[in-house]
């Protein structure tokens, strides 16, 4: 998109030099950071203030819970470590290890969503539910957390909406860096994933109707692609690299704020 | 690669489609912000015109609408509110002016994302047709006006207009911050890395200074705002209780419980606050170029004023809790939000002082956009001054709820950055379309819309001190506010030919596209790089070069030079600094 400053590099005489001394795309997405750490800001700011007004707050989660969602961490980390590997090639120009390197990390980033899904369908099968979330047939929910979803009802809703949105930019993230590697070829791949993803999921499942993100994603993405068919270079692979590792960050905060501090053992 | 592609990044474009509709060039784009404005303007407008009526014939029957029903006035003020604060405020002399004039004033050919420019206004655009779609579905407009309280925004059995519509508000609202804020990094980048050689930052327009800094006002603010909205759907669609207590709505106990209403008012009013800034920086920008330029002195003050504008902006986004007086917070919290909320009067004051200096002793030309700035400030002035009354709680607690509150913001925010959008467009048309407007309508426009709208909006103060509420579709009810009714009486006829005269400046806008008169590269013998390049200027600004800047933005009567102005690209043959 920073076509001009691309350029720029070209007739930098013309200009005065840019005040971080970085091109447009990567400030750019800095800014767009800044901002979207503001939304992540206001949903924390919404969990502690429904925490802090409210009297015994649950801590329910088992450590089944916390192995899985450690397990997560783990994908997501390891990502970051792949992303960094990716824009190191991309610097170096090696664009088969740059495509490699995304690859990994895009893998490491489904991971995790894939078995964030499957955290949220146990939990909703126990009981840990929001008043629309229709009952999980032939399972039977534990007392404990289905109590918490009645008497603290602010626990659930927190919770689904801290991690949906998270769980949301971590997949716009790989659609991202899908489209970084792969371009256009991505897009068929993206409407492959969105058609299994909504048939393998039941229709009681939030991923059923959650599936046809990927579907607009794969619109978006189109269009994106359709008006700026380009090869990406190493600053888009940077850039891109930026947005993943925030990602991340993000999750670094939402880890022990929703899992961690919400333990039984606490 | 040629060299004029090294400079501007896109070529011109050729079919109809691509040059007119999903066009990338920055010009072609605000004048697209600014056309929707003007739709919306107009839109928001009747609404208020409907109200009025409404006001003082409560059982009117009137065309297209019949007659008005509380719940219909108050989705009316909704609308209205909506409409004017997001869709016209923020849209034109940010959006609108913005992206037109400032890659021209800092030299450069385009924003620095050009398709990120377009997706903005059509994500805009698309947030306007949802927002306008409320009016139609079942159950009509939402009744919670533009700040979206929580329970009401948040119950769909709350009322009729709390169904559909204000998802559909909500929505709207959700995307117009996607689209903000795609815009305001723009913005940001653009002024960061496009100036020309020269441009420093000491050298920019004040008008570039305010969109810059209404940029960062915007891309904080919005953000939090997304949030909010976010939340607010999950409430009112998934059964979540973020803004919800445990309420009881006509007798049924809602599901929901140990939400909490002022949690919408936090966040809400973190964005609230600084949208006010976001609606008026672009107008003192503007005020700042024009009365500098037709006083022909400089700017007195110009790193002041920079720093005001800082300021303002830093404070702007401290003092959301003047909002929340009624909501029975801490008298700490209240007295610090009380505090910097008086503070923020330091800088306003500043920049007024330096607005009125810089006219005094002045060679002052006293064309129609000229007219539309000191209007500006003497709005900023009126509208200002009751914002130390209601900064302090004790004052604020009576007048909140009342008249008075909103006779303050709207002269200081809907008028005040309405003059200065009307500045803009009578100071900016010949450079756009070539063409002068007409300068005796302009002033007919002028003198009607300065003393129509103080007609309307001065007696709120008084209604507003002797009790009258806001809000309320009818006031025949009540003993003590039927006395009122006179007042409300003599702003509605105000409002008549306030509004007629904004069909003026239509018919002047559009007959003067076609038949005004023609108009040199400079016809305001001003000094910054949008008057040295062509009229209209051409797809890449500057016509394949980039200007190379000697001079600072305001260099009006300099001992010794040869003319009254010295344009930014002038030879530095003087010491300059």
């Not at chain 1, 840990?128 to 229709?134: E, G, I, R, S």
Request: net charge positive; proline share 6%.
């Amino acid at each position: 998109m920073a076509d001009v400053a691309v350029e720029q590099h070209g007739v930098a005489a013309a200009y005065e030099p840019s005040l971080f001394g970085t091109y447009s795309k990567k400030i750019g997405m800095w800014l767009f950071l800044l901002s979207d750490s503001l939304t992540f800001g206001a949903l924390l700011y919404a969990y502690s203030y429904g925490r802090i007004s409210t009297p015994n707050w649950p801590t329910p989660f088992h450590s089944e819970s916390i192995r899985n969602a450690t397990l997560m961490t783990a994908f997501l980390l390891t990502s970051s470590l792949t992303m960094v590997l990716a824009v190191r090639a991309s610097v170096f120009g090696k664009g088969k290890a740059v495509r490699g390197w995304l690859l990994a990390t895009m893998a490491c980033g489904t991971a995790f969503v894939i078995l964030h899904g499957h955290e949220w369908s146990n939990l909703i099968a126990e009981g840990l539910t929001l008043p629309v979330f229709p009952a999980v047939p032939g399972h039977e929910a534990s007392k404990e957390f289905a109590n918490v979803s009645r008497t603290v009802p602010q626990f659930p809703a927190t919770f689904f909406g801290l991690t949906g949105m998270h769980m949301l930019h971590v997949t716009l993230g790989v659609i991202y860096l899908g489209i970084v590697a792969l371009r256009k070829k991505f897009i068929p791949i993206l409407l492959g994933l969105w058609l299994v993803a909504w048939l393998a999921t039941p229709s009681y499942s939030p991923f059923h109707y959650g599936a046809h993100v990927l579907l607009l994603a794969a619109i978006a993405a189109s269009v994106i692609v359709f008006l700026k068919p380009k090869v990406y270079d190493s600053s888009d692979v940077e850039v891109a690299g930026l947005y993943w590792h925030f990602v991340d960050l993000v999750w670094m905060f939402i880890f022990p704020l929703v899992y961690l501090m919400s333990t039984r053992i606490l | 690669m040629a060299s004029t592609d090294l400079v501007h990044a896109h070529a011109a474009p050729q079919g109809f489609i691509r040059k007119y509709i999903f066009s990338l060039d920055h010009k072609v784009i605000g004048l697209q912000y600014y056309f929707l404005a003007l739709i919306a303007v107009f839109t928001g407008m009747f609404l208020s015109l409907l109200m009025r009526i409404h006001l003082i014939w409560p059982t009117a029957q009137l065309p297209l609408v019949g007659e008005i029903k509380p719940e219909t006035y108050l989705g009316l003020l909704t609308m209205h509110g909506t409409i004017m604060v997001f869709f016209v405020l923020t849209t034109a002399p940010q959006s609108g002016f913005g992206n037109y004039f400032l890659p021209i004033q800092i030299g450069a050919p385009d924003m620095a994302f050009p398709v990120l420019n377009m997706l903005s206004f059509w994500t805009t655009f698309v947030a306007f047709v949802v927002l306008i779609s409320a009016f139609f579905v079942g159950g009509g407009a939402p009744l919670h006006g533009w700040t979206g309280y929580a329970p009401l925004s948040a119950l769909p059995n709350a009322g009729p207009g709390q169904q559909l519509g204000a998802d559909l508000w909500i929505t709207s609202i959700a995307i117009f911050c996607v689209a903000s804020l795609m815009g305001a990094l723009n913005f940001i980048t653009t002024t960061l890395d496009l100036r020309a050689k020269g441009m420093t930052l000491m050298r920019m327009p004040l008008t570039v200074w305010a969109w810059f800094i209404t940029a960062i006002l915007g891309l904080l603010a919005f953000g939090v705002l997304l949030s909010a909205g976010i939340l607010l759907l999950l409430d009112r669609n998934l059964g979540t209780s973020f803004y919800v207590p445990l309420v009881v709505v006509n007798g049924q106990v809602m599901g929901h419980r140990g939400g909490s209403p002022l949690l919408w008012q936090h966040l809400f009013w973190f964005f609230g606050h600084p949208e006010v800034y976001i609606a008026i920086l672009p107008g003192m920008g503007v005020a700042s170029q024009l009365i500098s330029t037709f006083s022909r002195k400089p700017i007195f003050g110009y790193r002041a004023m920079v720093y005001a504008l800082m300021a303002i902006g830093f404070m702007g986004f401290m003092v959301w809790g003047h909002h929340m007086f009624m909501s029975g917070m801490s008298p700490y919290s209240a007295f610090a939000f009380s505090l910097m909320t008086m503070a923020i009067g330091v800088p306003s004051a500043i920049k007024t002082f330096n607005w009125l200096g810089t006219i005094w002793g002045g060679k002052v030309r006293l064309y129609s956009p000229m007219l539309f700035a000191i209007g500006f400030v003497s709005l900023f002035v009126s509208g200002g001054l009751s914002g130390p009354f209601l900064a302090q709680p004790v004052l604020d607690i009576p007048l909140h709820d009342t008249y008075f509150v909103v006779g303050h913001f709207h002269l200081i925010m809907g008028v005040a950055a309405i003059f200065g959008i009307f500045a803009a467009t009578y100071y900016w048309f010949p450079k756009m379309f070539g063409r002068k407007m007409n300068e005796t309508l302009a002033k007919v426009h002028f003198f009607v819309t300065l003393l129509g709208t103080y007609a309307i909006f001065m007696p709120m103060h008084y209604l507003g001190m002797a009790g009258q509420t806001r809000r309320y579709s009818q006031f025949t009810e009540v003993a003590y506010q039927t006395k009122l009714i006179p007042l409300q009486t003599f702003m509605t006829y105000a409002a008549f030919v306030t509004i007629a005269v904004q069909l003026v400046f239509l018919f002047n806008l559009f007959w003067s596209m076609k038949k005004g008169e023609k108009a040199s590269d400079n016809p305001w013998e001003a000094t910054t790089l949008e008057w040295t390049t062509a009229t209209p200027p051409p797809h890449d600004n500057f016509g394949g070069r980039t200007p190379v800047v000697n001079h600072g933005p305001y260099e009006y009567s300099v001992p010794g030079a040869a003319r009254d102005y010295t344009m930014q690209t002038d030879p530095a043959t003087a010491p300059v600094d």
